[in-house]
């Protein structure tokens, strides 16, 4: 798994990590096996009197030489397979990949947005990287490439994939509670393939061109309530309106139906009335977050029923 071939930069970071893993085994034995040929050598029976030795400069010059060698050597590896990952070609696809607690969203030039990465194969792709919320880090393994998503700036990577196929996308910094669901895939198709693909954009549904789910979607709600009625941390927003559920007031439980009310006090008091089952102290006030309008825009996104 871990050392699938699938990009343009497979071969030079595993040559400059194959190097420099092997330099440090050559070091770990080595220095190991003379420490022990020492210990004996020069122990206090053989050895009684111990010798200081002064100004040897061929010495020093040596043990200065050997390492600036050593570690030129391995700066180049590194320098050479790094630098071409900073140079992406004019010619390459955008992409704006957005990272946010606990998705990945991309772009596309023409607007269409994808929770997969779908490339052409063979073909050089440029992702500029934003992240919505806290640190992120964007790695494909089988590509050799990460790099962070800080808010507030914003980066890039490319790459050219060599391989069709699916490869996993991980987020390589810990993000929060959810960080670990916090994966995607690429897709490499052939490129006729990934042109029609790319004209398909999907319609959403009128509930989702409702302002509050905006409001939801913009504060990553929807990262600890699903949509589709999966347990997350907190829960699923799927039928919530005028559903019965249990909740804990100061520790007593209570039979209640979900309301206006309700859900706006769930927005501004998070931990006062908590769902059976559910944690306390894992959503934070949204008071000072959402204006009036925008809770108002969320009570009239759930009082919309599902279509289908
Ligand atoms: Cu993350």
């Not at 390589?172 to 895939?185: N, T």
């Not at 000072?288 to 009570?299: A, G, R």
């Amino acid at each position: 798994m871990l050392l699938q071939v699938a990009s343009n930069f497979v071969e030079g970071v595993d040559k400059a990590f194959f190097i420099i893993m092997g330099i440090g085994v050559i070091f770990l034995v080595g220095l190991t096996t003379l420490m022990l040929v020492f210990v004996f050598k020069y122990n206090k029976k053989k050895h009684p009197k111990a010798v200081q030795v002064k100004e040897r400069m061929i010495l020093e010059v040596t043990w200065t030489a050997i390492p600036l060698l050593i570690v030129g050597f391995m700066f180049y590896y590194g320098y050479i397979a790094f630098m071409p990952m900073r140079n992406a070609p004019d010619d390459a696809i955008q992409v704006t990949a957005v990272g946010k607690m606990w998705e990945w969203n991309f772009i596309y030039a023409n607007g269409k947005e994808s929770k997969k990465l779908v490339v052409p194969f063979n073909k050089a792709v440029n992702l500029k990287l934003i992240s919505l919320d806290v640190v992120h880090s964007l790695y494909i393994p089988a590509y050799r490439i990460k790099e962070d998503m800080v808010k507030g700036e914003e980066g890039f990577m490319w790459f050219i994939p060599t391989q069709k196929g699916r490869f996993d996308i991980l987020c390589a910094e810990y993000c929060g509670v959810r960080h670990s669901y916090m994966s995607s895939e690429v897709d490499v198709i052939d490129e006729d393939k990934f042109n029609l693909w790319l004209t398909i954009i999907d319609k959403k549904s009128n509930k989702e061109e409702l302002p509050g789910f905006l409001v939801l979607k913009n504060n990553a709600c929807t990262g600890c309530h699903s949509l589709d009625g999966t347990k997350l941390v907190g829960p699923s927003f799927k039928g919530l309106y005028g559903r019965s559920e249990i909740v804990l007031t100061n520790d007593v439980e209570r039979n209640i139906k979900v309301d206006e009310e309700y859900i706006k006090a769930s927005i501004v008091n998070p931990d006062i009335d908590v769902v059976k089952d559910y944690n306390k102290g894992l959503m934070k006030s949204y008071q000072t977050v959402l204006k009036d309008e925008e809770i108002q825009q969320i009570i009239e996104y759930f009082k919309t029923p599902d279509e289908k």
